[in-house]
């Protein structure tokens, strides 16, 4: 089933798509992930326009992350809790959330084209906060003030400056009601399909199967008998 197959919201409801006010957080959670983990992923862009990243360093990490004495954007090994982080991200805008910890600062922009990227707000180089500009480039660009650094508003890739790796990205996923979650992570560099496969494959293993994940199939195949 893909999102736009997903029953439309209780009225009134809060706790996240599709679910009225006497549903929890959890099973809020859970039915996001459901919907995750429907066969569309890897085929219908309306359903899971993905992207992005997670901060990791904190502000004074920059040399802590470096040498990777803290924790980084994207090193959870786990699925991490859907979060909402909008209810509504129109064209040109953007905005600024914490996921997946509350110390990883990142953000979600709708590019003039409608895609919806993500991204960790931490520089690569030295850990300042990266901003969004639209009125920088040619649709946009996220930007380092502190050494000039520039970052592809659409790949995370370094455009500009002494940022030494791309940003990471965050993942996000858009509802039928139009509000934005941020349901997984990637390192820096790391490939969409690695990163997810490393998140669903414990919690998720019908997505991962459907993702082509390296055992994938025997773990689907495990849950059933
Ligand atoms: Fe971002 Fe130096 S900290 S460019």
Redesign the pocket.
Known sequence: MSVTEQPAPAPGGDHGPDHGPDTGVDAAAEQLRDRISADSLTTRRDYLRIVATVSGGLAIG?VGVAAGILHRHGDNETLPKPKKVADLLPPGEAVAFRFPGDDDRAVAVRLKDGSLVGYSAV??????A?LWREDRGAEGELY?P????VFDARTGEVTA???PRPLPKVFLSEEVDGSVWAVATARSGEPAKDALCRQFSDARPEMAARLGCPGGDRATESRRT
Do not use: D, K
């Open positions: 920059g520089c690569t180089h030295l850990a300042c990266v380092c502190c050494h000039e650094g400056g002494p940022p």
